[in-house]
């Protein structure tokens, strides 16, 4: 019985973590190249109704999740232009998208709103998926759990092995260099940021599509804001943007068992449903608490613009 | 760069044309103003149905806003209905009630009511339904239809609303299944689908195979559909979102109630009112049962709903014994109104803790 809740807890941490990291790791890109883009609520929220209704005519998720991913390209490539191109506010314009996304998904989500779609089965990985107390929790998933592992190790790769990741971060750290040896700095930030944006529809897709198959206005619930705040305080790190994630998830799990068990803990739920947040942020700050490391891993240039010279 | 400023100011221009053009008013129109989109199931969505009904039955023009802020803003929009010359305007969310009153002092001659508040005014009348009462038969329900009996209920904030919801519903359970427990898990927010489905998956893994919500989205049905147990709706009949799962749902029912404050303020009769009204007017009702409700229980259950109308039968008769063992309420006694707005505990059979 222990085993098994502990097991349960496991479980759902993963699936509540998962849209965190794939969202969180999209930005991290555009982050480390220098683009801040503060929209991922709103690129969630049109990837999550994209997918949705997608998924909903066509009845496959896959080309649901395609849609959503699609969605959120669309949403960053308009910030790309903006910030990239016109030189507009980052911070504004970040703002203005998650704005917009938010409202044109609750638009466009009217007539979905009665819809519901069946529930994608989880993939069982034969074996694995056997193991005591882990197997289950993380060898019989969604798909997007295993997709946002594979992400997460193909960008260790790409950031710290490829030579292409080297100069995505060179372009973060100092674009008038990266520039002045010939790499076009304007159209990696293209690149990194329509990246963002694509991960971001497949955060959104995730919520829509497997974690809760249905579209309501607001679904998105703050989930992008938390993959932000998780990029910043992982101090640019992929490894501790998954930590952050799954310990995020976690709490909040884990606040749910203690409130619905017989445990005789007098904490006020208002407290216990910030837990979460309180833990991510300070467990996350003590493991960056040595500044050089974080001047070290945070991108200089980001939020600047940059206009190439000739 | 200076053609497109122009041209985006122009579309402004029309825009805001249009959306003038579209708040123009007949004389005697109805405002009514909604807290969330009306969306296809909950809250506002029972609210909507009963303003349709208020059409269909008296011929008046009625007009909403939907997803108004419980703040400045809905000041903003409750007098902009008085000013252009409602005469009767429902505010349909706990928030709004110093606003309306604020307004309701600025326009006498408009008929001002507000649903779930306390506060009346001269010309503010208030409006809420006995939700408890449904919550009491769906507890009856679960509490013969457990197997593990471990019932799950996901809630949202500790206000004496939540929890006269929480209590009917495991006395309801207790008065047929003295080993019926309650799980309770607070999401501290009305609305966000992903926690509701959480909570409603914890819930599961605790062992309930009976969960409710008091929240605004229909997750923790379809999570229950998923997960093999048995839900029950509130606000509406969510049965379309878990068709196995949904055993039927507490339904809010607003339309007659609307109605007739309208054909009061047109005959001139209207004086502001406190009307806490259930299954006598009603405004409280059950969804249709579904087919896993044996048939003596569904037999049973519509027994109850006769004495519940014919007042023959309340939720919080005596004894009523809290969750430490005190007796609130003696045996022969039925908790009063005021006692039941001031509910802050839960009661014996619930075994998760108050969580303040």
Redesign the interface.
Known sequence: METSILGSILFATIVAGTPLIIVALGQLIAEKAGVLNLGAEGMMAMGAIAAFAVTLHSGNPWLGVLAGMLAGVAMSFIFAVVVLTLMGNQVASGLALSILGVGLSAFIGKPYESEILPTVSAIRIPLLADLPVIGNALFNQQALVYFSWALFAGMVWFLYRSRAGLVLRAIGESPSAAHSIGFPVIRIRYLATLFGGAMAGIGGAFLSVFYTPLWVEGMVSGRGWIAIALVVFATWRPFRVLVGAYLFGGVMVAQLFVQGSDLDINIPSQLLSALPYLATIIVLVIISRDRNTVRLNAPVSLGQPYRPEA | MRFTKITIRKLALVLLAGALSGTSFAADNVGFVYVS?I???GWTYQHNLGRLQLEKETGVTTSYVENVAEGADAERVIREMAKRGDKVIFATSFGYMNYMLKVSKSFPQTAFVHVTGYKMGKNMGLVNARFYEGRYLTGVIAGEMTQSNVL?YVAAF?IPEVLQGINAFIKGARSVNPKAEL???????W?????E???A???I??GADMVTHHTD???VV?AAE?EGVYAFGYHSDMS??GPRAHLTATTHHWGDYYVQTVKEVQAGSWTPSSVWGGYPRGMIKLAPLNDAIPAELQARIHDLEKQLTERKLHPFAGPVIDQAGKTIVPAGKNMSDDELNKMNYYLQGV???I??
């Open positions: 989109p969306g296809d199931a799950g500790p799980r309770v898990i607070w999401v501290n927010s609305y966000d689908p992903g926690k489905r959480q909570a998956m914890t819930l893994s605790q989205s229909t997750a379809q998923e379309k979102y075994v998760s803790k969580p303040n």
